[in-house]
């Protein structure tokens, strides 16, 4: 088992491969031919992208945080859509890209999900486990 500072060092240096995968995307060109088409047909597969990747890093940030709770959970979806915004503006510079509101709000949507989800399921899988050890329903 890992003590437990280094499984806090790890969970924050999941936070920065997401952060630093997350940046790398959104700024190389986007593959000729890719799919526009998203699940459902609601909305393109790009806000999908944009939805999984913040709230990947909102979970892995809440995750990786000190905190519980919905405050907590709060903050880290926060953090998660300014990195997001912050992307967005770099993205202005690069020629191949644009800015895109709608891919802020798959951020913003995305990032409450993710760290709804590390708030909420977490915490219920954790006390399920526990109860399975002691050999209780």
């Not at 913040?54 to 809440?62: D, K, M, N, P």
Request: net charge positive; aromatic share 4%; proline share 4%.
């Amino acid at each position: 088992m890992f003590h437990r500072a280094a499984r806090n060092r790890l969970r924050w240096v999941v936070v920065g491969c997401l952060a630093v995968g997350l940046l790398v995307a959104s700024v190389i060109s986007s593959p000729a031919g890719a799919a526009t088409g998203g699940p459902l047909g609601l909305v393109g597969l790009d806000k999908w992208l944009h939805a999984l990747g913040y709230g990947a890093l909102a979970a892995a940030i809440a995750a990786a945080g000190s905190g519980r709770g919905p405050r907590a959970a709060l903050l880290a979806a926060l953090a998660a859509l300014c990195y997001g915004v912050a992307v967005e503006a770099v993205q202005a510079f690069v020629p191949a890209r644009r800015v895109d509101a709608a891919d802020v709000v798959a951020n913003g949507v995305g990032a409450v999900v993710g760290a709804t989800l590390v708030d909420r399921a977490v915490p219920a899988v954790r006390r399920t486990l526990v109860r399975a050890r002691r050999g209780r329903p």
